[in-house]
């Protein structure tokens, strides 16, 4: 059983940065495919970042060139680093950790509030 958190999330105003952590526990976290989603209101949870258990990235279109992903595996810590943000990237984001079909964990969220 894996265990994720999140931490980092806050108020930023439009054009800010802000970074999220994202700390494991209780599994290998090498072996997982880790990524970060966010939930916006009223909408569906949306995939915003992915990073194989190297370092093989992939991003929303929505967030090209102004997120990056990342991940230590040796601190058991994946982050996101977000710059250039908007009002849109307003949203609880999440970690996700999973290893093939049957191993898939999610963390509690952190909320991001870019205002305008």
């Known amino acids: 059983q894996v265990q994720l958190a999140e931490s980092g999330g806050g108020l930023v105003q439009s054009g800010g940065s802000l970074r999220l952590s994202c700390a494991a526990s209780?599994?290998?976290?090498?072996?997982?495919?880790m990524g970060w989603y966010r939930q916006a209101p009223g909408k569906q949870r949306e995939k915003v970042a992915e990073?194989?258990?190297?370092?093989?990235?992939n991003y929303a279109d929505s967030v090209k060139g102004r997120f990056t992903i990342s991940r230590d595996n040796t601190k058991n810590s994946l982050y996101l680093e977000m710059n250039s943000l908007k009002p849109e990237d307003t949203a609880v984001y999440y970690c996700r950790a999973r290893l093939g079909a049957r191993q898939d964990y999610w963390g509690q969220g952190t909320q991001v509030t870019v205002s305008s």
């Open positions: 990073i194989s258990q190297g370092t093989k990235t």
């Open positions: 209780g599994g290998i976290f090498s072996l997982y495919v």
